[in-house]
């Protein structure tokens, strides 16, 4: 029987992390994988998560299944941290998954279920990840251009005109904030001329959501997919806690599905039933501890105030940089990192130079150009600055 298996191709980013682990090099650059690390390369466990870790370590008096959907109470806190606390909750249904892909490839499951003939229209580009799960899928996909490769921003413009072509039944898959791989987002007018395209088309919204907080602030991050959830009847949402909170590996995110109040009780059961079809019940550890910190103030105030230091650290890292290539470079033309928000952001070099880049100089990043501001400190950035400009960026 496994004869008949063919080597799958390989993820790209992943492959990445393979390779430059392997790489002997002193003073090699990872800016690959979107995992956030400190100026020493750190990933750090966030204070109020050890915190909560602690105090779990003390309560916790089983571990005994949740529900199906994973703790009510985790998905309440979750839902209110993305939607603000003016949701309208007899409109939302909400699971627990494992991490934002799990999020994502439920929501991909339960579009196919509710409608077979839907079409997935993805940014060009999007995560590799989403094109992968929906061909594994058989789920169609029609891409919309995003970016703009000259200026490096929004093809906002050329979004909205292929955007024009979706059918009633389709599905539109945004990403929140922090555009993966881009960094480049739609402002909040956008989102509104978005959101007046929708209705007009009757495509559902499906949005993305998985670095909320490393970009303008955790509110600004959630206005785009709040005011989508405000304005369109039915609404798909993948949140991720992998980021915000730094815990990667306890698989935390939610499935949120907005309808009709009439609907919610059937999307809910629709909702627990995949997650029984596909792994039962959802990670709880990690889920318990965003309930601890969303919901109890002291570690609250801790948790939001290490992460404003992360997106601070980020952004002060995106200035550095652009202000170095500048000087360098006597020109403005890599002004567009210090626009960019969160983690990423498009540089717009060729695959030939991005091979360069690691082989001359030790510097990875996923092949698109996409690299990952936050594998820099004050150390790297002027040493990525002039590798960006010796390999003719
Ligand atoms: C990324 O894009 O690097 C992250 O979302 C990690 C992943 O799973 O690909």
């Known amino acids: 029987m496994f004869g008949n298996l063919k080597p799958q191709p390989a993820d790209r980013i992943l492959q990445l992390m393979g390779q430059f682990k392997a790489d002997p090099r002193d003073g090699k650059i990872d800016l690959g994988v979107g995992v956030y690390k400190d100026a020493t390369g750190l990933t750090p466990v966030m204070r109020a998560v050890r915190a909560a870790e602690k105090q779990l370590w003390d309560s916790e008096t089983t571990k005994t299944y949740t529900g199906l959907a994973g703790d009510p109470e985790f998905n309440a806190a979750l839902a209110a941290l993305v939607l603000g ?33 839907a079409r997935i229209w993805v940014s060009d580009p999007t995560w590799p990840n989403h094109l992968s799960i929906l061909k594994y899928l058989g789920v169609p996909m029609e891409p919309y251009r995003y970016f703009d490769g000259d200026t490096r921003s929004v093809a906002f413009d050329a979004m909205m005109t292929g955007l ?8 539109v898959l945004l990403h929140g904030c922090c555009h993966n791989p881009t960094g480049a987002n739609l402002t909040l007018p956008e989102w509104a001329e978005v959101a007046d395209l929708l209705e007009k088309t009757g495509a559902v919204p499906m949005v993305d959501i998985a670095y909320q907080g490393f970009g ?12 989508i959830a405000s304005r369109l009847p039915e609404v798909l949402i993948a949140a991720s806690c992998s980021k915000n909170f730094g815990i990667y590996r306890e698989r935390t995110g939610a499935l949120m599905a907005l309808s009709d109040p009439a609907k919610r009780e059937v999307t809910q059961g629709t909702l627990a039933f995949l997650n029984r079809q596909n792994y039962s019940f959802p990670p709880d550890h990690g889920a318990r501890l ?14 939001q105030a290490e992460l404003e230091e992360v997106r601070l650290g980020m952004l002060a890292l995106r200035e550095m940089l652009a202000r170095e290539l500048r000087t360098l470079s006597g020109s ?25 880049l690691k082989t001359e100089h030790g510097i990875y990043m996923v092949g698109d150009s996409r690299l990952n501001i936050a594998g820099l400190n004050a150390t790297t950035v002027p040493v990525l600055a002039r590798a960006i400009l010796a390999v003719g960026i």
């Open 85 to 117: 606390d003016s949701l309208a909750t007899d409109r939302l249904a909400s699971v627990a998954t494992p991490g934002g892909t799990g999020a994502v490839r439920q929501g991909f499951e339960l579009i196919r279920m509710a409608s077979p003939e």
């Open 290 to 303: 965003v309930t601890m910190i969303l919901n109890d103030p002291t570690l609250r105030a801790d948790w």
């Open 164 to 171: 024009t072509a979706a059918k009633p039944g389709d599905v």
């Open 216 to 227: 303008d602030g955790l509110d600004a991050d959630a206005a785009g997919v709040r005011l």
């Open 332 to 356: 403005d033309r890599f002004g567009f990192l210090a626009q960019h928000r969160g983690m990423f952001s498009r540089l717009g070099a060729s695959p030939d130079q991005v091979e360069r």
